[in-house]
């Protein structure tokens, strides 16, 4: 099963974007014990993990992102978030949602371009 995230688009250093991702309804039953996590893959880069967040909550950040990007869940619209701000250019990435840890199957992901 592919997790679609979305959300992505051109925003100036500096700014705010808000990632989402919903589970399709063929996981929907089993959506809320899922550990779920963000990553991202530069271009030229392997993917990397950017976030995590546990079935109860519990969260963990890479130590490039932490205190800038924040994961969030909502089981009952089986939705999973990735607030982020203070963007850098850095930052610039395709995103994708995935379980944690993450199955073999990826989505399209979306795409975040900090210009500087």
């Known amino acids: 099963v592919q997790l679609q995230a979305s959300g992505g688009g051109l925003v100036q250093a500096g700014g705010s974007l808000r990632l989402s991702c919903a589970a399709p309804?063929?996981?929907?039953?089993?959506?809320?014990?899922?550990?779920m996590g963000w990553y991202r893959q530069a271009p030229g880069k392997e993917r990397e993990s950017v976030a995590s967040?546990?079935?109860?909550?519990?969260?963990n950040y890479s130590d490039s992102v932490k205190g800038r990007f924040t994961i969030s869940r909502n089981n009952s619209k089986k939705t999973v978030y990735l607030q982020m701000n203070s963007l850098k250019s850095e930052d610039t990435s395709v995103y994708y949602c995935?379980?944690?840890?993450?199955?073999?199957?990826w989505g399209q992901g979306t795409l975040v371009t900090v210009s500087s």
């Open positions: 995935n379980t944690n840890p993450p199955s073999n199957n």
């Open positions: 967040i546990t079935s109860d909550g519990a969260t």
């Open positions: 309804r063929s996981i929907f039953s089993v959506f809320s014990p899922l550990d």
